[in-house]
């Protein structure tokens, strides 16, 4: 192999190497200068520079900083490096102060990060333009961006061979490439699970591996019978529209083939790669980084633009319920060697919802009095685009003892915290002075839970305004079943005597709360 194909393939190993050399340099140079000798300044210095070294590397990584074939332009780089190394110089300056090292010349500690940043933007601007030329030199034989299986696109056949004279012989000829294709890029188990729901061999299914919408929407002819992409999720810049582009090339109930790595996967394989000591402090940073930092609406346009949303951290819920809003519906989901493949139909067209609920704190629309459509305010305890699988979990799990989806998925661990404490439920006290709500009432329901409801206790209920604190809290019935019949007790009440009703509830709520008798779902 020439060496520059050797240095093509093995690129980002050489480049972390090349880094390291970097970091060492600037630390000695910084050193050699100081007013001292090596020999006394190393012993002191070796220790915690080991320490800044795991720390670069582990943020660099986790930043994409190693992938230049990544970065679509040279400035998205040149910003990534100044992000790195702020983040870098946040951390050691925190650790500086705040344990009071002052043990450490800053002018060497600074020096080294600063002197760091000027040889790496220099550098890497030149390995950046060898990387990006050779990447679009050896990308047809190393990565395929995108492979659609149609039978023009069949290898050359011997038409002299006795094998592939007889149409057949054609036929199986492309069955066998089709399962090569797929085995090779995802192994024999995949292509099980493929054949369990399509006839993956048909010449009409599309198996193709890419993330743009662009080549969704030139494949040729419409209303097909399946789409199969072998491409990650987590890769794709624009989710929705992607998703948007399949429903729009099949056929009412055609089918769409498709993996994620999901964030708990994507967790499971940092751990397996680095070892222990390092372990959760790679997948702290890598949560802040690619987990919380897209979903701040001021750093969200900066994220996207540096990594073209490449590698992006994203729940199943998320990804599921983007898909149920994009016309599908769910049919299975399956893990398959640390990814999460997922087969679903088309059964509409997509929502387009321009406001998806997004951020830490969301309006849900709920019933309120007289029927009207209220925007209840709540902390966030679900993963993005929850709201569109309510109904898919329901038919899954049905109701808990509490009277909640069970087993819902869709829940955050930080979420399952705030929903036992009712912290959840504080930014509802905005729709209270808003006048939209009381403390004291019936639950704000959304049109799928108030269709469960018994005709009278709904005629009932839409004389009224919701409230924060529900009937079943005061009078210890969680459940479906009880927590209407709390209601149908709360609103009889409410009928004859409202103010005194409400007060009655309120102190029995307070008190069962603050004894523990009762807990949030």
Same mark, same amino acid.
């Given at each position: 192999?020439?060496?520059?194909?050797?240095?093509?393939?093995?690129?980002?190993?050489?480049?972390?190497?090349?880094?390291?050399?970097?970091?060492?340099?600037?630390?000695?140079?910084?050193?050699?200068?100081?007013?001292?000798?090596?020999?006394?300044?190393?012993?002191?210095?070796?220790?915690?520079?080991?320490?800044?070294?795991?720390?670069?590397?582990?943020?660099?990584?986790?930043?994409?900083?190693?992938?230049?074939?990544?970065?679509?332009?040279?400035?998205?780089?040149?910003?990534?490096?100044?992000?790195?190394?702020?983040?870098?110089?946040?951390?050691?300056?925190?650790?500086?102060?705040?344990?009071?090292?002052?043990?450490?010349?800053?002018?060497?500690?600074?020096?080294?990060?600063?002197?760091?940043?000027?040889?790496?933007?220099?550098?890497?601007?030149?390995?950046?333009?060898?990387?990006?030329?050779?990447?679009?030199?050896?990308?047809?034989?190393?990565?395929?961006?995108?492979?659609?299986?149609?039978?023009?696109?069949?290898?050359?056949?011997?038409?002299?061979?006795?094998?592939?004279?007889?149409? &057949?012989?054609?036929?199986?000829?492309?069955?066998?490439?089709?399962?090569?294709?797929?085995?090779?890029?995802?192994?024999?188990?995949?292509?099980?699970?493929?054949?369990?729901?399509?006839?993956?061999?048909?010449?009409?299914?599309?198996?193709?591996?890419?993330?743009?919408?662009?080549?969704?929407?030139?494949?040729?002819?419409?209303?097909?019978?399946?789409?199969?992409?072998?491409?990650?999720?987590?890769?794709?810049?624009?989710?929705?529209?992607?998703?948007?582009?399949?429903?729009?090339?099949?056929? &009412?109930?055609?089918?769409?083939?498709?993996?994620?790595?999901?964030?708990?996967?994507?967790?499971?394989?940092?751990?397996?790669?680095?070892?222990?000591?390092?372990?959760?402090?790679?997948?702290?940073?890598?949560?802040?980084?690619?987990?919380?930092?897209?979903?701040?609406?001021?750093?969200?346009?900066?994220?996207?633009?540096?990594?073209?949303?490449?590698?992006?951290?994203?729940?199943?819920?998320?990804?599921?319920?983007?898909?149920?809003?994009?016309?599908?519906?769910?049919?299975?989901?399956?893990?398959?060697?640390?990814?999460?493949?997922?087969?679903?139909?088309?059964?509409?067209?997509?929502?387009?919802?321009?406001?998806?609920?997004?951020?830490?704190?969301?309006?849900?629309?709920?019933?309120?009095?007289?029927?009207?459509?209220?925007?209840? @305010?709540?902390?966030?305890?679900?993963?993005? @685009?929850?709201?569109?699988?309510?109904?898919?979990?329901?038919?899954?799990?049905?109701?808990?003892?509490?009277?909640?989806?069970?087993?819902?998925?869709?829940?955050?661990?930080?979420?399952?915290?705030?929903?036992?404490?009712?912290?959840?439920?504080?930014?509802?006290?905005?729709?209270?002075?808003?006048?939209?709500?009381?403390?004291?009432?019936?639950?704000?329901?959304?049109?799928?839970?108030?269709?469960?409801?018994?005709?009278?206790?709904?005629?009932?209920?839409?004389?009224?305004?919701?409230?924060?604190?529900?009937?079943?809290?005061?009078?210890?019935?969680?459940?479906?079943?009880?927590?209407?019949?709390?209601?149908?007790?709360?609103?009889?009440?409410?009928?004859?005597?409202?103010?005194?009703?409400?007060?009655? @509830?309120?102190?029995?709520?307070?008190?069962?709360?603050?004894?523990?008798?009762?807990?949030?779902?």
């Amino acid at each position: 192999m020439q060496l520059d194909k050797l240095f093509y393939k093995y690129n980002k190993y050489f480049i972390i190497l090349f880094d390291l050399l970097l970091v060492s340099s600037s630390f000695l140079i910084l050193a050699w200068a100081k007013p001292a000798t090596i020999r006394l300044v190393l012993p002191q210095y070796l220790t915690p520079f080991f320490i800044y070294l795991i720390i670069w590397l582990a943020i660099s990584f986790i930043m994409g900083k190693y992938d230049l074939a990544n970065f679509k332009k040279p400035i998205h780089l040149l910003v990534t490096i100044t992000i790195i190394t702020f983040i870098i110089l946040s951390i050691v300056s925190i650790l500086l102060f705040a344990l009071k090292l002052n043990a450490y010349s800053r002018a060497i500690v600074f020096g080294t990060i600063i002197l760091c940043y000027i040889l790496e933007i220099i550098s890497y601007r030149i390995i950046y333009s060898w990387v990006r030329i050779n990447s679009i030199k050896f990308e047809n034989k190393y990565f395929e961006e995108q492979i659609v299986i149609e039978r023009e696109h069949i290898p050359l056949i011997n038409l002299d061979s006795e094998d592939y004279k007889s149409q &057949d012989s054609t036929k199986k000829r492309e069955e066998s490439t089709r399962k090569k294709l797929i085995t090779r890029e995802t192994g024999p188990s995949v292509f099980e699970y493929f054949s369990e729901h399509l006839n993956v061999d048909s010449e009409s299914i599309v198996l193709t591996a890419t993330t743009t919408p662009f080549n969704i929407e030139n494949l040729n002819g419409q209303e097909l019978p399946a789409i199969i992409n072998l491409k990650k999720v987590n890769d794709m810049r624009y989710i929705n529209k992607f998703f948007e582009a399949v429903n729009s090339k099949l056929r &009412d109930a055609g089918m769409y083939i498709g993996c994620v790595e999901t964030s708990r996967q994507r967790y499971v394989r940092i751990g397996n790669k680095y070892p222990a000591f390092i372990r959760q402090l790679v997948i702290l940073f890598d949560f802040g980084i690619n987990r919380i930092i897209p979903r701040l609406s001021g750093f969200k346009n900066i994220y996207f633009n540096i990594t073209a949303g490449v590698k992006r951290t994203i729940s199943k819920a998320e990804v599921l319920g983007r898909l149920v809003s994009c016309g599908f519906e769910i049919i299975e989901y399956k893990e398959i060697n640390n990814l999460t493949y997922f087969v679903v139909m088309k059964t509409g067209e997509p929502a387009y919802n321009p406001n998806p609920s997004y951020g830490p704190l969301f309006k849900m629309p709920r019933i309120g009095k007289e029927g009207k459509i209220i925007n209840v @305010y709540k902390f966030r305890t679900m993963h993005p @685009y929850s709201e569109y699988l309510q109904d898919y979990v329901l038919r899954l799990n049905g109701y808990s003892i509490v009277g909640k989806p069970a087993d819902d998925f869709r829940l955050t661990k930080w979420g399952k915290f705030m929903r036992k404490y009712w912290l959840d439920e504080l930014p509802q006290l905005i729709n209270v002075l808003r006048g939209e709500m009381k403390l004291v009432g019936i639950r704000p329901l959304s049109r799928r839970a108030f269709e469960d409801y018994p005709d009278d206790v709904k005629e009932m209920r839409i004389k009224y305004k919701p409230g924060c604190i529900p009937p079943y809290v005061a009078l210890l019935k969680q459940g479906m079943a009880q927590s209407i019949e709390a209601e149908r007790t709360y609103l009889k009440e409410k009928e004859k005597n409202p103010f005194v009703t409400d007060l009655k @509830y309120f102190k029995m709520a307070v008190f069962n709360i603050i004894t523990n008798k009762i807990r949030s779902a």
